[in-house]
């Protein structure tokens, strides 16, 4: 924030782009997870994102709060989403691989694997 910028966490995965799950992201949000072993964020797969329509409601959920760059964390098929999404609304993203599939190419070690 000290940039101007403001963080926002996007529960539920691809759903949650959809269903406008998205906060605000602050201290009391991420304040003593270390401990906790699943991820705060939730992750869905997620069908309805493969349709124009849902990933067109996605891509305004975004502009509302003005979010132009999304941090994505997942494996293949979540890439390939934002890949689209990127096609069809220029959406910029960086992917970070946490998979137990480890089908990332490129990838010998990921988050996820143990």
């Given at each position: 924030?000290?940039?101007?910028?403001r963080?926002?966490?996007?529960?539920?995965?691809?759903?949650?782009?959809?269903?406008?799950?998205?906060?605000?992201?602050?201290?009391?949000?991420?304040s003593?997870?270390?401990?906790?072993?699943?991820?705060?964020?939730?992750?869905?797969?997620?069908?309805?994102?493969?349709?124009?329509?849902?990933?067109?409601?996605?891509?305004?959920?975004?502009?509302?709060?003005?979010?132009?760059?999304?941090?994505v964390?997942?494996?293949?098929?979540?890439?390939?989403?934002?890949?689209?999404?990127?096609?069809?609304?220029?959406?910029?993203?960086?992917?970070?691989?946490?998979?137990?599939?480890?089908?990332?190419?490129?990838?010998?070690?990921?988050?996820?694997?143990?």
């Amino acid at each position: 924030m000290e940039l101007g910028k403001r963080p926002y966490l996007i529960y539920d995965g691809l759903e949650g782009l959809i269903d406008n799950n998205i906060q605000l992201a602050t201290h009391s949000n991420v304040s003593g997870i270390v401990h906790k072993g699943d991820t705060i964020l939730r992750s869905s797969r997620s069908k309805r994102f493969f349709e124009y329509d849902y990933r067109k409601k996605a891509y305004e959920n975004l502009q509302a709060l003005e979010i132009e760059k999304i941090v994505v964390l997942g494996g293949d098929r979540l890439f390939r989403a934002f890949g689209q999404f990127y096609e069809d609304f220029g959406i910029n993203f960086v992917g970070i691989p946490t998979t137990i599939d480890n089908d990332i190419f490129g990838t010998d070690y990921c988050l996820g694997i143990a």
